[in-house]
């Protein structure tokens, strides 16, 4: 354990990954403050920039300057684009890239002179899936809001990175908004291409692998623009590189568009 304890302020750690993060560095025996809709330091929706600032205000009130800020909070919806709520999509946005950006813009003239901002994309930042348009996109806006950051902070000694990992085996693929209402269309392809199964499900990443993966990431001493965690993505970035726009969605088609089998 550390003599000096730094300050850590994790958007998202009442459940899942942020959760793992916070009890890891708490383990280590810095203080970690968790900003989330269930928060044991502060529940707020992270998409009430008003209410987000505030805290933010008040942490550097009661705690001085932050040493590190991880931004895990995110919300998920799945369905045809033709056929989502605009409420609903807006939402995806608003809690994924708004509450992220928000939360860097109101932590940086507070973070420590070498601190660092850790971003949690997603791999589907890199590799969009069928039935999941707002959240692929809101995760790649996450992504690129990250280098743009990096870049403007470059002159600092403040280091800003992307974490892109997998499927992990959490409640967020369980939480989030499954609209499975389709047309003559799409059939039952919607249902059978986001509903979570037994098999869907072992392929995931343990939660404690990944945290794991993100926690030895978080401890660098020099940063990555972006990491990806999870062998299959690591993959697919591989072939990303190598194949045409159009052959890596042929490919990933044929992987997540799934339809029923027929007799």
């Not at 600032?53 to 991880?70: Q, R, T, W």
């Not at 994924?96 to 002179?113: E, L």
Request: aromatic share 10%.
């Amino acid at each position: 354990m550390r003599i000096e304890k730094r300050t850590i302020v994790i958007t998202g750690a009442s459940s899942g990954l942020g959760l793992g993060l916070k009890n890891y560095f708490e383990k280590k025996g810095d203080v970690v403050i968790d900003i989330s809709l269930d928060g044991t330091n502060y529940s707020v929706d992270v998409a009430d920039h008003k209410k987000l600032k505030a805290i933010f205000d008040e942490i550097y009130l009661e705690n001085g300057e932050i040493d590190m800020l991880i931004t895990c909070a995110g919300y998920g919806v799945s369905g045809a684009i033709e056929l989502l709520k605009e409420d609903a999509t807006k939402k995806q946005f608003d809690v994924n890239f708004f509450g992220t950006a928000n939360a860097c813009k109101y932590a940086i003239p507070m973070m420590k002179k070498k601190g660092k901002i850790i971003i949690l994309a997603s791999a589907t930042a890199l590799f969009p899936l069928p039935f999941k348009a707002y959240y692929c996109a809101s995760k790649a806006a996450v992504d690129s809001f990250a280098q743009s950051l990096r870049m403007e902070l470059s002159q600092t000694q403040i280091q800003v990175t992307s974490i892109c990992p997998g499927d992990v085996r959490t409640n967020f693929s369980n939480n989030r908004v499954k609209v499975y209402e389709t047309n003559e269309r799409y059939g039952n392809s919607i249902e059978l291409s986001t509903k979570p199964t037994e098999k869907t499900e072992a392929r995931r990443m343990t939660p404690e692998y990944a945290v794991k993966k993100l926690a030895k990431i978080c401890e660098k001493s020099h940063l990555k623009p972006r990491y990806i965690i999870g062998k299959q993505y690591k993959f697919f970035n591989v072939a990303r590189k190598m194949l045409s726009q159009n052959s890596m969605n042929y490919f990933l088609t044929k992987i997540f568009y799934k339809k029923e089998k027929k007799h």
